[in-house]
C-alpha cells in the first residue's frame, strides 16, 4: 500500500526522510542534535525578532536597564540632597524637579532613577535563585520519579497550600530585617516550586516524546538523555515562566517594601517611595506617588512583551 | 464521587498539617526570638519580657525542641500548663476535653489568643472575615462576567479592532501594580473628584457598629437602602481595583481558551452539519472552553485572597487581610497562624471545588 | 512557432464547462478553475491552483494525492469551511446541484451543508464533540435541517446508528465519544453525515487513523450505503488501494492541481501521468520481491516557489522540452479521460520559449503578492 508521509507538516517523501536508517551513512547522533538544535535557537530569534511588541518590551527594558546602571551617575542630585524646599506636600514637577518633590524636600526624579538599580536586582537575582532550585528540583523529579518524585512533589505542594504571599510576607517580616540580599533569598526560596513543577512537567511529557525515544532506541545513556535531550528542550517554557516571574517579582518588592516589610525605607526604592507618598495621599501631591508607580508599570510591561515574544518563539505551538 | 471528595480531603490534612509547621517555625525562627521586637524599647525590663514570654507560652531563643513544644501547644497535643502532654484532666492532652483531653490548640476548636488584640483569634477572624468575603464575591462575580465577556468576543472577532483593544487594555492593566493601581483610583476619583470615599467599608457618620455585627445588621433592616448604598459606595474602588488587574489576566486566558476550543475538528464537524454559527460557537466551541476556565476561576480564589491583602490595606478595610498586616507588624503569631489556617482550607477546597466541577462538566472525567 | 499558444484543447479538455454555465442536469457537483490560496505570514500558499473536476449524480470519484497536495482542502473548500482569513477562495466555480455555491450567503450555504452535501472527516477521535453525547450531536444535525419534534428527531438519530452497523443503538445513542472506539467513532461520523439523506457526501480520509481491519470494515460500509442510497460519494485519500476498492472514477491531485483523471480501471492500469505512473509503481505489491521499491525522486515543491512550468517537472523521469517553462493544462485523451502531462499532446501542439521574450504560460500562474 502507497503512503507517501504521514506528517503533513513535512512535505519530503519517504524516501527522503529516512535515508540513513536503511542504508545511508551512518551520522553520528550528537553531530544531528547540534545542528538542530542550533537551527531551534535560529528560528527562536528569528520568530523572536518578528515580534514587534516583543522589540519594543526589549528596547524599553534595555533602556531601563541602561538608567539604573547610568542614571544615578548622571542625575543632578544624590539621593541624599535635599534640593527642594521642605514643606507640607512638596512641590509638582517644574523645570528644576521634572518628578517634582516630596514634603521632606527630596527630588522624585532621583528617587525613581536610583530606585531602578535595586528593583532590578531583586526581580533579577530572586527570580534566578528560584529559577536554580526550580530547574535542579523539577529535573530530578522528572528524572528519578518514583519516591523521590513524590516526596518532592509533595514539598511543592506545602509551598502552595496558602497563597504565596502570606508566607513571603512572614519570611520578610522576620526575616527580611530591611536587608536586600535576605528579600531575594526569601522571594527566591519560597517561589522554585511553580519552576519545580513546570520542569518536572516537561520532563514527564518529553520522557514521551518520539525524539526521546528514538534517542533511547540507539543506545544514548539515561544521564546524556537527561541533559542532552530533555532539559534544553524542557527550557524554552521555563526561560519564559521565569521572565514573567521577574516581573512579578519586582512588583512583589515594591509591594513589601510599601508595606514597610522590605527594605529599609532609608534607601531609595520604589517601594519606598511609594510607601512615603501613601502617607501623604490626600493632599493632591499626585506626582510623589504617580513618577515611581509609572516606573514600576513601565518595567513590568517591557518584561511581559519579552516574556510574550519569547513564548511565541520558544512554544510555536501553543502560538494563538 | 463522595469517595474521592473524602479522600482529597484527608491527603489534604498533611499538606495544612505541614504548612502550618512551616509558618510557625518561620515565625519562631526569626533572628532575635519571640522578644526581639522589644529590643528597641528601653522602657520595657527583662522581668516583663519574661512575663510576657510566658504568658505566651513562648520560650526566649527557642530551641528546635521547644519549636516543636510550641507547635505542639498551639495544635493542642502539648499542653503549657502542665508541660506536658497529660492535661489538667488528666488524660493525654490531645484527646477531647470530655475524654480527659486538655481544651488548649486547634485540635480543640482553641484558635490562641492574639497577642495584639488580647482577644480570641477566632472571634476576630470572624469578625473580620464579612468584609473580605463581600469584597472577594463582589469582585470574583464581575471579574469572571468581564473576563469571560471579553475573552468570548476577542475569540470571535479575532484580530478585529475590538480584540486588539482589549489586548492592549490586559496588556496594561495586567502590568499595573495592584496597590499601585488603587493609590491612583484614590488620588482621581476620592480626593480629587470626590465621587467615592477611600477609606473603611462604611462611613463613620451613619455606621450603627462594625461591618455585619448583630448591631449592624440590626440597623441595615431598619433602612436597607441607606446602609446599603453606603457600603456598596465604599467598595467601588476596593473592587475596581481588585477587578482591573484580574480581568486583565483572565480575559486573556478566557481567549485563548475559547480559540483553542474554535480551532478543534468537532468544531468544524458541528459548521459541517450546518448549524448556526451561534450554535457552533456557544453551544460548541464555549462549552468545551468553559473546561479549563472552571478550574482557573476556582483556582484564583486563593490569588483573590491574596488581592485581599494588597485592596484591604490601600483602602484600610477591616477585613482579614488588613488584619493580617496589622499582626505583622505586631508580631502576632497566634493571629497569623490562625489566617494561614484559613487561607490554607480556603486553597484545599476550591482546589476540590475546581476537579469536582471539572468532572461535572467534562464527561470524559471519572473519579471512581 | 508562435508564442501565441492556442487554447483550443483546453475547451476540448472540458466541453460544456464555459465559465458562468450552469452544467447539465446529471453533473451533481462541478468545480471549475477552482483556486484557494492561504494568506500567511510568510506569504501566500496555493493549496488549490485551479482545480477542475465532475462528479455525476449517485457517481463515486476518489480523489487521490500525497499530503498537501490540497485535497482536503478542495474537499473543505467545496464546503465552504475554510476560514476567511487566512483563507480566501481566489477564483473558481463550484456548482452543486445546479446552482453556484460559491455565490451563495453564509446562511444559504448553512442549508446546504450536512443536509445536500455533508462531510465525514479524518480523525474520528477528535471530530466528535467530547462533551455531548453522540446521539446528541446526530439529533442536533437533523434538527439543523428538518422541521422535526425533540422525539423524532431521536428516533432518527437512532435509525440511522442501526443503519452504520452500530449493534444496540439505544444504548450508544447515550453515551458519549469517548466510551466509543475508533471505528465505532467513524460510524457514527457516517451517521451524522447520513441523516439527512445527502446527495452529495464527502468523505475526507475516511479510514486513515483506523485499524486495518476497521478500515476494511469502514469502505464496506460506505460502499454498501452509497448503493442503497444512491447518493453521490467524493472519497478523498492518498492510499490507491482504498480507491481501487471504492470508487469508479480517479482524480489524482499533484501539488495544487488534477494531474490525471479517468475511471479506476483506467487510472490505476494504464497511467498516463508520469505522476500517477510513479504512484503506482511504488506501491509494494506492484513491484516484484527482493526488488527495491520504486520511490518518486525529489521533493513537493515548495509553496512559495512552485515550478514555472510543469510542476511535476522537477522529479519527471519523462521531463522534455516545453516541461521547464509550461504548465501543461488538462487534454482529453478518451471519453471522461484527461491528463495534464505534455507527454499526452502531439508534438505539433507543444509550445516553444521563445530566447528573447519572457516565458508565456497557456495557464498563467497568479502570484498573489503579499
Known amino acids: 500500500m502507497f503512503k507517501p508521509e504521514s506528517a503533513d507538516s513535512l512535505p519530503i517523501p519517504a524516501s527522503a ?178 519552576i519545580a513543577r513546570l520542569v518536572r512537567a516537561q520532563f514527564l511529557s518529553l520522557r514521551e516524546a518520539d525524539f526521546v525515544e528514538a534517542a533511547r532506541a540507539v543506545g544514548v545513556g539515561t544521564m546524556r538523555i537527561t541533559f542532552r535531550h530533555i532539559l534544553p528542550n524542557a527550557l524554552g517554557p521555563v526561560i519564559v515562566v521565569m521572565t514573567l516571574l521577574m516581573a512579578s517579582n519586582i512588583v512583589l518588592e515594591a509591594f513589601v517594601s510599601f508595606l514597610n516589610f522590605g527594605i529599609a525605607a532609608t534607601e531609595p526604592t520604589w517601594g519606598n517611595a511609594l510607601s512615603n507618598a501613601q502617607n501623604a495621599m490626600g493632599d493632591g501631591n499626585w506626582w510623589w506617588a504617580f513618577f515611581p508607580g509609572m516606573a514600576i508599570a513601565l518595567t513590568v510591561i517591557s518584561i511581559n512583551f519579552v516574556g510574550d515574544g519569547l513564548h511565541d518563539a520558544l512554544d510555536p505551538r501553543a502560538r494563538l | 464521587m463522595t469517595k474521592y471528595i473524602i479522600r482529597r480531603l484527608l491527603q489534604a490534612i498533611p499538606v495544612i498539617f505541614l504548612i502550618s509547621i512551616v509558618c510557625f517555625v518561620l515565625m519562631l525562627m526569626a533572628p532575635g526570638g519571640p522578644q526581639a521586637q522589644f529590643n528597641q524599647n528601653r522602657f520595657i525590663k527583662p522581668e516583663q519580657v519574661d512575663l510576657w514570654l510566658q504568658h505566651w507560652c513562648l520560650v526566649r531563643n527557642p530551641s528546635p525542641p521547644d519549636m516543636i513544644k510550641e507547635y505542639a501547644g498551639w495544635l493542642g497535643v502539648w499542653n503549657c500548663q502542665t508541660q506536658s502532654f497529660i492535661s489538667e484532666n488528666g488524660g493525654l492532652n490531645f484527646l477531647p476535653s470530655f475524654l480527659g483531653g486538655g481544651v488548649n490548640g486547634m485540635l480543640h476548636g482553641d484558635w490562641g489568643i492574639s497577642i495584639y488584640l488580647n482577644q480570641p483569634v477566632l472571634d476576630i477572624i470572624l469578625g473580620r472575615l464579612p ?39 490586559s496588556y496594561t492593566f495586567y502590568s499595573l501594580p495592584t496597590f499601585w493601581l488603587g493609590l491612583m483610583l484614590i488620588e482621581i476619583f476620592a480626593v480629587t473628584l470626590h465621587w467615592f470615599p477611600s477609606q473603611l467599608i462604611q462611613s463613620p457618620r451613619i455606621s450603627p457598629g462594625p461591618f455585619a455585627s448583630a448591631v449592624w445588621w440590626q440597623a441595615f433592616w431598619t433602612d436597607p437602602g441607606l446602609y446599603g448604598w453606603d457600603v456598596a459606595m465604599h467598595l467601588v474602588l476596593p473592587v475596581t481595583t481588585l477587578v482591573a488587574v484580574s480581568v486583565a489576566g483572565d480575559s486573556r486566558f478566557v481567549r485563548s481558551a475559547m480559540l483553542e476550543s474554535l480551532n478543534q475538528d468537532y468544531v468544524r464537524t458541528a459548521r ?56 505583622l507588624q505586631a508580631h502576632d503569631y497566634f493571629l497569623l497562624m490562625g489566617i494561614v489556617f484559613i487561607g490554607a482550607i480556603l486553597v484545599v477546597v476550591f482546589n476540590l471545588v475546581a476537579d469536582v466541577l471539572y468532572a461535572v462538566a467534562d464527561p470524559r472525567i471519572r473519579y471512581d | 512557432m508562435s508564442t501565441v499558444i492556442d487554447l483550443s484543447h483546453v475547451a476540448e479538455a472540458a466541453p460544456g464547462r464555459s465559465i458562468g454555465q450552469k452544467p447539465p442536469d446529471d453533473v451533481l457537483l462541478d468545480v471549475r478553475g477552482l483556486k484557494t490560496y492561504f494568506h500567511v505570514l510568510d506569504g501566500t500558499v496555493p493549496a488549490v491552483d485551479g482545480v477542475d473536476f465532475q462528479i455525476k449524480r449517485g457517481e463515486t470519484l476518489g480523489l ?34 445546479g446552482v453556484d455555491i460559491l455565490s451563495l450567503s453564509p446562511s444559504e450555504m448553512r442549508d446546504i451543508r450536512g443536509s445536500e452535501m455533508s462531510m465525514i472527516f479524518q480523525e474520528p477521535m477528535t471530530s466528535l464533540n467530547p462533551v455531548f453525547t ?20 431521536r428516533d432518527r438519530a437512532i435509525e440511522m446508528l442501526a443503519a452504520v452497523g452500530i449493534p444496540s443503538p439505544e444504548r450508544r445513542f447515550k453515551q458519549y465519544p469517548h466510551e466509543l472506539s475508533g471505528g465505532m467513532r467513524q460510524r457514527v461520523m457516517i451517521a451524522m453525515a447520513l441523516s439527512c439523506d445527502p446527495k452529495l457526501i464527502i468523505a475526507d480520509e475516511p479510514t486513515t487513523a483506523l485499524d486495518v481491519t476497521i ?44 494531474v490525471e483523471a479517468g475511471t479506476a480501471e483506467e487510472v490505476l492500469l494504464d497511467p498516463k501521468h508520469p505522476y500517477t505512473q510513479g504512484l503506482i509503481a511504488s506501491i509494494p505489491s506492484t513491484v516484484p520481491r527482493g526488488q527495491r521499491l520504486n520511490v518518486i525522486k525529489g521533493t513537493v515543491p515548495n509553496p512559495f516557489r512552485m515550478p514555472t512550468g510543469c510542476r511535476f517537472e522537477p522529479r519527471c523521469p519523462h521531463a522534455f522540452g516545453p516541461c521547464k517553462d509550461f504548465d501543461p493544462p488538462l487534454r482529453l485523451t478518451g471519453p471522461n479521460r484527461e491528463s495534464a502531462c505534455w507527454l499526452q499532446y502531439p508534438p505539433g501542439e507543444l509550445p516553444v520559449k521563445e530566447t528573447d521574450a519572457p516565458p508565456a504560460t497557456p495557464v498563467p500562474v497568479e502570484r498573489v503578492g503579499h
Open chain 3, 64 to 97: 487521490v494525492g500525497e499530503s498537501g497536495c490540497g485535497k482536503s482542502v478542495t474537499s473543505l473548500t467545496i464546503m465552504r469551511l475554510i476560514d476567511i482569513p487566512p483563507g480566501e477562495i481566489a477564483a473558481g466555480e463550484i456548482w452543486f446541484d
Open chain 3, 215 to 258: 478500515q476494511a470494515q469502514i469502505l464496506e460500509l460506505m460502499k454498501s450505503i452509497q448503493e442503497r442510497t444512491g447518493t453521490a460519494l467524493l472519497l478523498i485519500t492518498h492510499d490507491l488501494a482504498v480507491v481501487a476498492e471504492t470508487v469508479e472514477r480517479i482524480a489524482v491531485m499533484y501539488a495544487g492541481r488534477i
Open chain 1, 17 to 194: 526522510a529516512t535515508p540513513s536508517l536503511i542504508d545511508g551513512p551512518e551520522l553520528p547522533v550528537d553531530v544531528e542534535v547540534a545542528l538542530e538544535s542550533l537551527n531551534q535557537w535560529q528560528l527562536a530569534v528569528k520568530r523572536f525578532m518578528r515580534h514587534r511588541m516583543a522589540l519594543i518590551g526589549l528596547a524599553m527594558f534595555c533602556f531601563i536597564v541602561l538608567v539604573a546602571i547610568i542614571g544615578p551617575i548622571v542625575a543632578p542630585y544624590n539621593p541624599i540632597d535635599i534640593p527642594g524646599a521642605i514643606h507640607q506636600g512638596g512641590d509638582g514637577p517644574s523645570f528644576t524637579h521634572p518628578m517634582g518633590t516630596d514634603d521632606a524636600g527630596r527630588d522624585v526624579y532621583t528617587m525613581v532613577v536610583n530606585g531602578a538599580h535595586i528593583s532590578l536586582a531583586v526581580g533579577f537575582f530572586a527570580t534566578v535563585i528560584a529559577g536554580i532550585i526550580g530547574i535542579i528540583v523539577g529535573s530530578i523529579s522528572g528524572a528519578a520519579g518514583g519516591v523521590v518524585d513524590n516526596l518532592l512533589m509533595r514539598l511543592v505542594d506545602v509551598t502552595f497550600a496558602v497563597p504565596l504571599l502570606f508566607l513571603i510576607l512572614v519570611a520578610a517580616v522576620f526575616f527580611g530585617q530591611g536587608s536586600m540580599v535576605a528579600l531575594i533569598l526569601i522571594f527566591g526560596i519560597l517561589q522554585w516550586g511553580l
Open chain 3, 134 to 153: 453522540v446521539g446528541y450531536q446526530i439529533a442536533e444535525a437533523v434538527k439543523a435541517h428538518r422541521n422535526v419534534s425533540k422525539n423524532s428527531a
Open chain 2, 272 to 327: 459541517a452539519k450546518g448549524l448556526s454559527e451561534r450554535r457552533v460557537i456557544f453551544r460548541h466551541a464555549f462549552r468545551n472552553a468553559l473546561l479549563p476556565i472552571i478550574t482557573n476561576g476556582a483556582l484564583e480564589v486563593a490569588f483573590l485572597f491574596s488581592g485581599a491583602i494588597v485592596t484591604e490595606t490601600i483602602f484600610s478595610l477591616q477585613g482579614m487581610g488588613y488584619l493580617y498586616i496589622q499582626g
Open chain 2, 131 to 169: 468584609v473580605t468575603l463581600l469584597l472577594m464575591v463582589t469582585a470574583w462575580i464581575i471579574w469572571l462576567t468581564l473576563a469571560l465577556i471579553l475573552g468570548v468576543v476577542a475569540a470571535i472577532r479575532r484580530y478585529s479592532f475590538f480584540d486588539q483593544a482589549a489586548t492592549l487594555f
